[in-house]
């Protein structure tokens, strides 16, 4: 199996910055997509931003333009760098990732979530 941990979630003020990081381990084989999604009270989980293998990137429209995605292939890393942050962002946050483990069976993995919390 593999797992995801999560770190860098935290309370910021409107215009404020934050970094999250996703980690995998276990029985890797290949990574093909990581990704972090979010989920506001009361409203349903959303793809904020995605990445590839190869780094091909893709991201919701609301956080385009601030937002960062990027990931470190070696350390099996995914990174959120969260600028220019609104009340509107706050959510807990997932990191999924999509691949294949060591024993070439496909995984599909979510973590346990961050919270992100902007005060206005």
């Known amino acids: 199996q593999v797992q995801l941990v999560e770190s860098g979630g935290g309370l910021v003020q409107a215009g404020g910055s934050l970094r999250l990081s996703c980690s995998a381990s276990g029985s890797i084989g290949r990574i093909n997509v990581m990704a972090w999604h979010r989920q506001a009270p009361g409203k349903q989980r959303e793809l904020v931003a995605g990445i590839t293998n190869g780094r091909t990137t893709n991201y919701a429209d609301s956080v385009k333009g601030r937002f960062t995605i990027s990931r470190d292939n070696l350390k099996n890393t995914v990174y959120l760098q969260m600028n220019s942050l609104e009340p509107e962002d706050t959510a807990v946050y997932y990191c999924?990732?999509?691949?294949?483990?060591?024993?070439?069976?496909?995984?599909?993995?979510w973590g346990q979530g961050t919270q992100v919390t902007v005060s206005s």
């Open positions: 999924n990732s999509v691949g294949l483990t060591s024993t070439r069976r496909p995984f599909d993995s």
